[in-house]
């Protein structure tokens, strides 16, 4: 069989593993994970993500030095050398804001590399900054030199067709981790009905948004209600804070969880919201699938394609504070049979939506263009 590495950055591998067993049924692949100088992960935690009696190899780089150290071009020149050798027949990357990595693997596979796009435009900011300037112009130096590409969303596809239209590429829905069964019950939403948010909590995603409309809830309805606000802080954590009015009413763990942890969260929650400015693709809102959690979303891109408002999910302008309001008022007043019903219809979408035989299908036809 022909050899096939997937080499990224740590924080794509709920991505990369899936796509890794995939391809595995049908090729030799190697995963190398690039991990972060500190990182929260460890080898154990990142092994549970892949099911015994599979053939992925996974490859742990780095964990030591800063990525613009020479230590750390080092590291990966040694490795990709190895990988070299292998001969490999692609190298499936999604390396971004990643300076020796953009220039190497260019260096040693141009020709070879597919590379995958979760981006295609950068998520807006709530302020300017060169550094995040700078990095922008070299993530996109690298995709020049790119030829072949996988997105994750129809949208992202045209954008990236707009940019690039000499450029192959394909669209596949962002594949499933599987984060293993939950030991609890679901509580009864009938006694308290939980929001939650999950994932980098940044500007784009709306979490300003989310908590005024929460606040404004809480103040006219007498049902117990809470909001989970679960995840790593991007910019302006402080100015958002401001905006809570009744601590009592949140549960906030600013954080990096473990993948352990991901079966229990989701399981004890009712609602995932997602109240973005800007979506290319959402590996929350992939997990609340897997789980059956409705989600409550802005009504643009992959949410709008994917849920259908008040069958299997809500939909809300972007932007709306009083729109994502009502969303959260009708969500709140479901009972017990009205909610799993809800749960029932997410989980079947997630069937319907999630074909493994024709996704591996893709991903052979743009391995195999020249």
Known sequence: MDNIVIINNECFR?????????????????YYILLDKDTHLTKDSIQKMVPKGTNLKIHYLNGFYRRKSLNYFRLLFNALIKIR???????LTGIKEDLWGELLLPFFFKKRMV??????????????SLSNFLVDKLD??????????IL???????????????????????????????????????????FLFFGWVSYYKGIDLLIDAFENV??????????????????????????????????????????????EIFQSH???????????????????????????????????????NEKNGFLFTKESVSELEKCLEKALHYNEIEY??????????????????????KLEKIINLL
């Not at 050798?85 to 190298?91: G, H, L, N, S």
């Not at 996109?140 to 590409?149: A, G, T, V």
């Not at 109240?275 to 802005?298: D, K, W």
Request: net charge positive; hydrophobic share 35%.
């Open 270 to 308: 009712h609602y995932l919201v997602l109240p973005y400015r800007q979506v290319t693709q959402s590996g929350p809102f992939s997990v609340a699938l897997e789980y059956g959690l409705p989600t409550i979303a802005s009504n643009i891109g992959i949410f709008s394609n994917i849920i259908s």
């Open 218 to 263: 809480s103040k006219k309805v007498s049902k117990n209600i809470s909001l989970s606000i679960y995840g790593r802080v991007g910019d302006n954590w402080h100015e958002w804070t401001k905006h809570i009015k009744t601590a009592s009413l949140y549960n906030m763990q600013i954080r990096f969880f473990e993948d352990s942890e991901v079966p």
């Open 140 to 149: 996109n130096f690298f995709l020049l030199l790119c030829n072949r590409f």
């Open 85 to 91: 050798k292998r001969k490999p027949k692609v190298i």
């Open 340 to 361: 799993q019903n809800l749960s029932s219809r997410v989980r079947l979408l997630k069937d319907k939506l999630y074909n493994e035989e024709k996704t591996l299908a």
């Open 115 to 128: 590379y995958m796009l979760h981006d295609a435009q950068r998520h807006p900011v709530s302020h300017f």
């Open 14 to 30: 709920d991505t990369d593993i899936p796509i890794g067993l995939l391809l595995e049924r049908n090729y030799n692949v190697d």
């Open 152 to 194: 994750f969303s129809k949208e992202q596809k045209e954008i990236f067709n707009d940019r690039f239209p000499q450029k192959k590429s394909i669209c596949i829905l962002k594949p499933l981790q599987k984060y293993g069964q939950s030991s609890i019950d679901k509580p009864s939403i009938e006694k308290e009905c939980k």
